[in-house]
C-alpha cells in the first residue's frame, strides 16, 4: 500500500558529500514522521535523524554537525544531506516513515536502502 524508495547512494571520497532522497507514495492520507537509518555489516540498524511533518529535525549525536535532514511534504521527500564523509559512514542507509494509509491504521514503512561506500 505504501512505498519508499531511497536514492542517492554510491562511492565517495573521505572528506566528501552525497545528498540522499526517498520517495513514499501510495494510498496516503498523512506522512507524519521521517527518519534515516543506517546499517553497517555487523552492526545494529542505528538511527541517524527524524523530521516531524512540521519540520522540526533531530540529529544523532555521532552524524551531528555533518548530516542534515529536511523535506518537502508536497512531494512526499525526505532529504539527507552527508557532508564531511568518513570511511565509517559506510553502511546501506534506509528511509523510514511513519504513514496514515486510506485504510485509517498508521504504520512504519521501510525503503529497501542504498548503500554508501566512503572510501580513503
Known amino acids: 500500500q505504501v512505498q519508499l524508495v531511497e536514492s542517492g547512494g554510491g562511492l565517495a571520497q573521505a572528506g566528501g558529500s552525497l545528498r540522499l532522497s526517498c520517495v513514499t507514495s501510495?494510498?496516503?492520507?498523512?506522512?507524519?514522521?521521517m527518519a534515516w537509518y543506517r546499517q553497517a555489516p555487523g552492526n545494529q540498524r542505528e538511527l541517524l535523524a527524524t523530521?516531524?511533518?512540521?519540520?522540526?529535525?533531530n540529529v544523532a549525536d555521532a552524524v551531528k554537525g555533518r548530516f542534515t535532514i529536511s523535506r518537502e511534504n508536497a512531494k512526499n521527500m525526505v532529504y539527507l544531506q552527508m557532508n564531511s564523509l568518513k570511511v565509517e559512514d559506510t553502511a546501506v542507509y534506509y528511509c523510514?516513515?511513519?504513514?496514515?494509509?486510506?485504510?485509517?491504521?498508521?504504520?512504519?514503512?521501510w525503503g529497501k536502502g542504498t548503500l554508501v561506500t566512503v572510501s580513503s
Open positions: 523530521i516531524t511533518s512540521g519540520g522540526r529535525a
Open positions: 501510495g494510498s496516503i492520507v498523512r506522512i507524519n514522521a
Open positions: 523510514n516513515a511513519n504513514v496514515l494509509t486510506s485504510t485509517l491504521r498508521t504504520m512504519d514503512y
